[in-house]
Protein backbone atom coordinates (compact mmCIF):
# COMPACT_ATOMS: atom_id res chain seq x y z
CA UNK A 1 0.00 0.00 0.00
CA UNK A 2 1.27 3.32 -1.01
CA UNK A 3 1.10 6.01 1.81
CA UNK A 4 0.72 9.78 1.29
CA UNK A 5 3.49 12.01 2.82
CA UNK A 6 1.13 13.09 5.53
CA UNK A 7 0.06 9.60 6.21
CA UNK A 8 3.82 8.85 6.55
CA UNK A 9 4.39 11.40 8.71
CA UNK A 10 1.63 9.91 10.94
CA UNK A 11 2.88 6.83 10.76
CA UNK A 12 6.31 7.84 11.84
CA UNK A 13 5.42 10.23 14.62
CA UNK A 14 2.76 7.44 15.98
CA UNK A 15 5.12 4.75 15.89
CA UNK A 16 7.67 6.70 18.24
CA UNK A 17 4.81 7.69 20.47
CA UNK A 18 4.44 3.80 21.27
CA UNK A 19 1.74 2.76 19.32
CA UNK A 20 1.37 -0.60 17.95
CA UNK A 21 0.93 -1.40 14.21
CA UNK A 22 -3.31 -2.55 14.64
CA UNK A 23 -3.84 0.80 16.35
CA UNK A 24 -1.86 3.25 13.58
CA UNK A 25 -3.85 1.26 10.73
CA UNK A 26 -7.07 2.05 12.49
CA UNK A 27 -6.01 5.69 12.74
CA UNK A 28 -4.69 6.05 9.28
CA UNK A 29 -8.32 3.97 7.64
CA UNK A 30 -8.91 3.24 4.40
CA UNK A 31 -8.59 -0.29 4.25
CA UNK A 32 -4.97 -0.45 5.57
CA UNK A 33 -3.91 -3.29 7.55
CA UNK A 34 -1.68 -3.68 10.19
CA UNK A 35 0.85 -5.76 7.76
CA UNK A 36 0.60 -2.38 5.61
CA UNK A 37 1.83 -0.32 8.32
CA UNK A 38 4.64 -3.34 9.80
CA UNK A 39 6.27 -3.15 5.86
CA UNK A 40 6.10 0.70 5.67
CA UNK A 41 8.01 0.38 9.00
CA UNK A 42 10.37 -2.16 7.76
CA UNK A 43 10.84 -0.17 4.43
CA UNK A 44 11.64 3.13 5.99
CA UNK A 45 13.60 2.15 8.80
CA UNK A 46 10.98 2.78 11.67
CA UNK A 47 10.64 -0.22 14.12
CA UNK A 48 7.62 0.10 16.83
CA UNK A 49 9.31 -0.46 20.52
CA UNK A 50 7.71 -3.59 20.81
CA UNK A 51 9.91 -4.43 17.90
CA UNK A 52 12.52 -2.94 19.12
CA UNK A 53 12.43 -4.98 22.14
CA UNK A 54 11.67 -8.32 20.63
CA UNK A 55 15.46 -7.44 18.45
CA UNK A 56 17.23 -6.55 21.34
CA UNK A 57 16.39 -9.92 23.35
CA UNK A 58 16.95 -12.02 20.04
CA UNK A 59 20.07 -10.30 19.18
CA UNK A 60 21.43 -10.76 23.46
CA UNK A 61 19.81 -14.88 22.79
CA UNK A 62 22.51 -14.95 19.85
CA UNK A 63 25.18 -12.79 21.58
CA UNK A 64 25.88 -15.73 23.70
CA UNK A 65 26.35 -18.19 20.92
CA UNK A 66 28.21 -15.78 18.52
CA UNK A 67 31.24 -17.55 16.90
CA UNK A 68 33.62 -14.50 15.79
CA UNK A 69 34.67 -11.48 17.35
CA UNK A 70 33.42 -9.79 14.26
CA UNK A 71 29.83 -11.41 14.81
CA UNK A 72 29.66 -10.11 18.37
CA UNK A 73 30.53 -6.30 17.40
CA UNK A 74 27.77 -6.90 14.59
CA UNK A 75 25.07 -7.88 17.10
CA UNK A 76 26.69 -5.37 19.84
CA UNK A 77 25.99 -2.86 17.00
CA UNK A 78 22.40 -3.79 16.27
CA UNK A 79 22.20 -3.45 20.10
CA UNK A 80 22.97 -0.37 20.65
CA UNK A 81 21.14 1.27 17.91
CA UNK A 82 18.06 -0.09 19.14
CA UNK A 83 18.70 1.37 22.79
CA UNK A 84 19.85 4.70 21.45
CA UNK A 85 16.66 4.60 18.82
CA UNK A 86 14.35 3.81 22.45
CA UNK A 87 16.02 6.17 24.63
CA UNK A 88 15.26 9.03 21.83
CA UNK A 89 11.63 8.02 21.95
CA UNK A 90 11.70 7.75 25.30
CA UNK A 91 13.10 11.08 25.79
CA UNK A 92 10.98 13.10 23.18
CA UNK A 93 8.21 12.15 25.23
CA UNK A 94 9.77 12.92 28.35
CA UNK A 95 9.97 16.41 27.13
CA UNK A 96 6.12 16.58 25.77
CA UNK A 97 4.81 15.30 29.24
CA UNK A 98 7.22 18.03 31.11
CA UNK A 99 5.25 20.38 28.49
CA UNK A 100 2.29 18.72 29.21
CA UNK A 101 2.34 18.96 32.94
CA UNK A 102 3.78 22.93 32.88
CA UNK A 103 0.85 24.26 30.69
CA UNK A 104 -1.33 22.09 32.86
CA UNK A 105 0.05 23.45 36.33
CA UNK A 106 -0.67 27.11 35.09
CA UNK A 107 -4.24 26.06 33.72
CA UNK A 108 -5.06 24.60 37.81
CA UNK A 109 -3.33 27.40 39.57
CA UNK A 110 -5.41 29.74 37.53
CA UNK A 111 -9.16 28.06 38.43
Known amino acids: MEF ?6 KIANLITKGEKFQVIAK ?4 GCSWQDIQAFCWQ ?11 MISSRLK ?11 EQLA ?7 DYLYYC ?3 MKE ?7 VAAKFIKLT
Do not use: H, P
Open 44 to 54: SGNMSWQGSKK
Open 62 to 72: KLATAGTRAER
Open 27 to 30: KIGG
Open 96 to 102: KIDAFEK
Open 4 to 9: TNEEQD
Open 90 to 92: ARG
Open 77 to 83: AAIRERV
